[in-house]
């Protein structure tokens, strides 16, 4: 164990936090780390569809995976280098169909094989995304709330089969699987009727939900949004929509930190869905000034979240994935940055005398909980992070970089010389 270390813990333990104790705490959490961070939200679907729905992925760093072993290559260096278990986040367009046209309601779980075969490998749960946008069913900016039959059966219908191929991620891999549902639908200017399309969607939904899964192998998550590009004026999912739906069908709300008002913190939401809801769901993303999906960073939000879920013992009842999705930086190092910062502000937070806090504010002594929460912040917590990352296997915060470029040169930049020359 290094001087630092020691010198750090010290710190720490005058304020009665066991650094061991927080350790055990933080290695129990598992991410969700989300596969699109690796090629761009392309997906591996035999045929290309353009991206929409009002997410957008700028940059053209070179590099990108361009199929699934290179995505799944790419991961394996990404987790490699980040603290802990984690699980992987795909979404229905990352189905390997062997070259063979199939539509997305047409899917079964023998299209997503490879990711299975490759998880058991690994150790890790898979979770899953039915994707209800880049594609031509989804053109009109409605799917699951179009006022066609055929256009909302057709996504019903995906959807169902979605659920399906996470039950069998389950039951491969002896843990349950996530599907979180968002779907893009909304209008860019006023409605003319907000109510009917939210009805049909509250339809929809309890379609696709009908068929019964063991909550030990499935379970739901309903995404809401405030507003996209070009679902500027209405989005049919709201939160309230969805709040209230997870609520009387025993769903999980899945809170995205970019879907709300820029001023509005999901930290501050949390307490209150905590208390009304057994689990709940987190896309932790990074909006700036608008639902942008920037990697995320250890800023005061991510730390501000995290405070709350360690305070509130909630670690066990939250379902924490990620979600952004940058190009204009080496993609494997964009997933270790934001993943890595996920379980530092875990650990940070694990490291917070709470007991202490909680008992100023109930005394009233607000100068004294403001001048700690101060303090805290230039604890040496740099320090007790590399002693973790070290125990757990993985490169400190000084080394993984070159870990990382070493790879880019070796592999990823060598895709795109075969593409110049192909
Ligand atoms: C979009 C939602 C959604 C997507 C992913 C790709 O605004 O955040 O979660 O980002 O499903
Ligand atoms: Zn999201």
């Given at each position: ?37 690796g090629d761009d939200?392309k ?5 290309q ?8 992925v700028?940059g053209n760093y070179p590099g990108r995976a361009r199929d699934?072993n290179e995505l799944?290559a790419d ?252 190009a204009s930086i080496n993609r494997v ?72 470029q070493q790879y880019e040169k070796d592999v990823q930049f060598k895709r795109e010389d075969e593409k110049v020359g192909s």
């Amino acid at each position: 164990m290094s001087m630092r270390f020691e010198n750090a813990k010290e710190v720490y333990e005058q304020w009665g936090i066991d650094i061991e104790e927080a350790f055990t705490k933080v290695r129990r959490v598992s991410i969700s780390v989300h596969c699109w961070q690796g090629d761009d939200l392309k997906g591996t679907e035999a045929v290309q569809n353009e991206l929409s729905g009002g997410i957008e992925v700028t940059g053209n760093y070179p590099g990108r995976a361009r199929d699934g072993n290179e995505l799944r290559a790419d991961l394996e260096k990404a987790l490699s280098l980040i603290p802990g278990k984690h699980r992987v986040n795909l979404h229905a367009m990352y189905a390997e169909t062997n070259g063979e046209f199939v539509e997305r309601d047409q899917l079964k779980p023998e299209h997503f094989r490879k990711w299975v075969d490759w998880a058991k490998k690994l150790g890790i749960g898979l979770d899953f995304n039915p994707t209800v946008f880049g594609h031509p069913m989804a053109a009109d900016g409605l799917t699951l709330a179009h006022p066609k039959d055929e256009i909302r059966k057709f996504w019903i219908n995906h959807c169902k089969a979605s659920r399906r191929i996470a039950a069998y991620f389950a039951e491969e891999l002896g843990t349950a699987s996530l599907v979180n549902l968002w779907v893009p639908d909304g209008f860019k200017d006023t409605p003319s009727d907000r109510l009917t399309p939210r009805k049909r969607l509250k339809e929809s939904l309890d379609e696709i939900y009908a068929e019964e899964f063991d909550p030990k192998y499935v379970i739901d998550a309903v995404e809401s949004k405030l507003f996209g590009i070009g679902s500027e004026a209405y989005v049919v999912g709201s939160h309230e929509f969805y709040m209230n739906y997870a609520n009387q069908s025993g769903k999980l709300c899945l809170l995205d930190t970019g879907h709300f008002h820029p001023t509005e913190m999901v930290s501050n939401k949390l307490s209150a869905m905590l208390l009304f809801h057994s689990r709940v769901a987190l896309h932790v993303s990074r909006p700036v000034r608008w639902d942008s999906d920037h990697v995320v960073t250890f800023d005061d939000e991510l730390r501000e979240i995290t405070t709350e879920l360690v305070r509130n013992n909630a670690l066990e009842r939250v379902n924490i994935g990620l979600d952004f999705f940058d190009a204009s930086i080496n993609r494997v190092a964009a997933w270790v940055i934001g993943t890595r910062n996920m379980k530092k502000a875990l650990l940070y937070a694990a490291l917070i005398p709470h007991n202490y806090l909680k008992e100023l504010q109930d005394r009233g002594d607000f100068t004294s909980r403001l001048a700690l929460q101060e303090q805290i912040k230039t604890f040496p917590f740099g320090d007790i992070w590399d002693e973790y990352c070290k125990r757990m296997g993985v490169a400190t915060e000084n080394e993984w970089l070159d870990v990382v470029q070493q790879y880019e040169k070796d592999v990823q930049f060598k895709r795109e010389d075969e593409k110049v020359g192909s």
